[in-house]
T-cell receptor
Framework: SQQGEEDPQALSIQEGENATMNCSYK?????LQWYRQNSGRGLVHLIL?????REKHSGRLRVTLDTSKKSSSLLITASRAADTASYFC???????????FGAGTRLFVKA | DAMVIQNPRYQVTQFGKPVTLSCSQT?????MYWYQQKSSQAPKLLFH???????NEADTPDNFQSRRPNTSFCFLDIRSPGLGDAAMYLC????????????FGSGTQLSVL
């Protein structure tokens, strides 16, 4: 089952611009994670934010979490062509051991 | 380097012919997951193991089975593949499920002819 929606479904920007992706979810969570997937490959973990955190940074990545709105955003600053990939949010539920993925945003960064 | 390894990278099978996909890990993680991902869609959780405790998702077809003979290995068995089972199958591990990040293998792309 899918946890929620990501917005936008696809995003095309120029190199150097910032990219913002949003994620909404439906249930109570322990944490929210963002993953990156290059075409035809496995997923790579980018960042994890716990339910008691509001913002987290890692290099050019900034993640926010609003548990009252059940939403999160991922900001990639100063994007590069190499950032072209699909980005998925995923939530770890509080009741079990599952991590459920959202639909993903396909990011295309033009050089 | 510690990692999650999936074999084979590409698998072709015939309609109705059983197929097994394999996953191994050197991370010594307790939890192992199998996800199915169809083109341009989110990974969909099929089932997971916490140690030897098997947990099936309610909407996972009976056609899909899994085995975990030891901590390091986990197998996905598709008993009678249909055309709709063509997908990328992703194995992942986690030290503590639902709380910590997942480590993914490169996936096995399954084609059904």
């Amino acid at each position: 089952s899918q946890q929620g929606e990501e917005d936008p479904q696809a995003l095309s920007i120029q190199e150097g611009e910032n990219a913002t992706m949003n994620c909404s979810y439906k249930t109570s969570i322990n944490n929210l994670q963002w993953y990156r997937q290059n075409s035809g490959r496995g997923l790579v973990h980018l960042i994890l934010i716990r339910s008691n955190e509001r913002e987290k940074h890692s290099g050019r990545l900034r993640v926010t979490l609003d548990t009252s709105k059940k939403s999160s955003s991922l900001l990639i600053t100063a994007s590069r062509a190499a950032d072209t990939a699909s980005y998925f949010c995923a939530t770890g539920d509080t009741g079990g051991f599952k991590t459920i993925f959202g639909a993903g945003t396909r990011l295309f960064v033009k050089a | 380097d510690a990692m999650v390894i999936q074999n084979p990278r590409y698998q072709v099978t015939q309609f109705g012919k059983p197929v097994t996909l394999s996953c191994s890990q050197t991370l010594n993680h307790n939890v192992m997951y199998w996800y199915q991902q169809k083109s341009s869609q989110a990974p969909k959780l099929l089932f997971h193991y916490y140690d030897k405790d098997f947990n099936n998702e309610a909407d996972t077809p009976d056609n899909f089975q899994s085995r975990r003979p030891n901590t390091s290995f986990c197998f996905l068995d598709i008993r009678s593949p249909g055309l709709g089972d063509a997908a990328m199958y992703l194995c992942a591990t986690s030290s503590v499920g639902g709380i910590e990040k997942l480590f993914f293998g490169s996936g096995t792309q399954l084609s059904v002819l």
